[in-house]
């Protein structure tokens, strides 16, 4: 299957789940839509309208401070207090599984899951690249050795457990946009 059939099979599956997917050819296109979201969102410096960017390869070579001064209110420093304030959560992922629509993480490091997990919104950016029909390749590509701890994600947070009713982002971003960029 080529990578524009594992995309489109990727997209309809993470939207049947509700979640949001866009693709973009460059890294500034991407950006520009990251920062375009945030600025829909209200990113301010305030408590709950801030958005923190967790490390990742994506910001490599880009000019952290001039993405700070198109977003006022954009934090790089992750920690438990201000991801538990954050509107938006933006994180990359290492892999996405076709099949079933699910992001895949290395989590090892805190700040993954915090950007992921607390905020309301969670935009997390895949190169398209790391796309994998389904789990058994993806597992065939992790190393165990090198990741304490993986996070798989599909769809936004939902639980039917009370009454069965559907509830979203009871435990987790009621909103999951997923950013994925051709360009290496």
Known sequence: M????LFELFKTKAEAINAEVYRFATKREAL???IDICNKEGISDKPYSYALWANCPFLKDLDKE???KRLPGLKYEVTKPL???AKI???QMD?????????VSD???IEQRLVSTLPEIHVAVVQTSQLVPDLASLLSQIKPDRASFI???TGPSRTADIERILTIGVHGPERLVIVFVDEN
Do not use: K, M, R
């Open 2 to 5: 080529n990578i524009n059939s």
């Open 32 to 34: 520009g839509f990251i």
């Open 151 to 153: 996070a798989l994600i």
């Open 107 to 109: 989590s090892t490091q």
């Open 89 to 91: 959560g933006i994180s």
């Open 83 to 85: 991801a538990a304030h």
């Open 95 to 103: 892999w996405a599984i076709a099949n079933t629509g699910t992001l």
């Open 66 to 68: 001039e993405i700070s």
